[in-house]
């Protein structure tokens, strides 16, 4: 695993780190892919998830696709997020459900994975939710139930948001929480380790000293403190 690792990170583009945020995030991209699931990565923003997701499709072209998504989010800008990554031509003019219907063929047909990042956006957004969150709906029914695999990639709105869903809408998860027990649920480390802090250190500065590096961790750290 290592091994690979090493060679799928020198391939990657040069805004990714290896780090230990990143690498938990990977290996859930890839138990996701290999065994055709559902995983939700969740960490605070800042910690490269984006990097990482972007690096690990680009690394896997061949198997999946990268989206990121916006807010605020509806069916029309969802779907048409899903059909730019997956390459589909589509007339602004064509409604949701007929551009949906389009995805899910496809999906049938290639099996890519998709990876979403930003995935918190899938949920209703708002304090008050008075909806069931079709989005996860057409996630865990459109292509987990398809054999489908999805990485969510996500800040922890996503679990702040559900739980509001949840209780406001009264909304079943119990799909939803098979899914992720048929997968994985992966909460990303909150603080950076000093070995973190002297990846990103070299990445930013690669003329960089050994002592200076020293110094720029020691900053980063007194800045943690």
Known sequence: MRGYREQRT??????????????????GLDYARDNHCLVVIEGHSGRGKSAGAKAWTEANLHRARYITLSSPLNRSTFFGSVAAALGLEFA???????????????????????????????????????????????ITNACCNQGIAVGLVATK?????????????????EQLRRRVDEGQHIVLPDTPTVADLGAYAIHMAPEATAGMIKILVGDALSCEG
């Open 10 to 27: 020198a391939s990657a583009p040069q805004t990714y780190v290896d780090t230990s945020p990143s690498r938990p995030l990977i290996d």
């Open 92 to 138: 602004e003019s064509l409604s949701s459900a007929r551009l949906q219907a389009r995805i899910e063929s496809h999906l049938r047909q290639t099996k890519f994975m998709l990876v979403i990042d930003e995935a918190q956006n899938v949920w209703p957004a708002g304090y008050k939710i008075n909806h069931d969150p079709e989005l996860v709906e057409w």
């Open 157 to 173: 709105g996503f679990s702040i948001q559900r739980a509001r869903v949840e209780k406001q809408v009264r909304w079943n998860s």
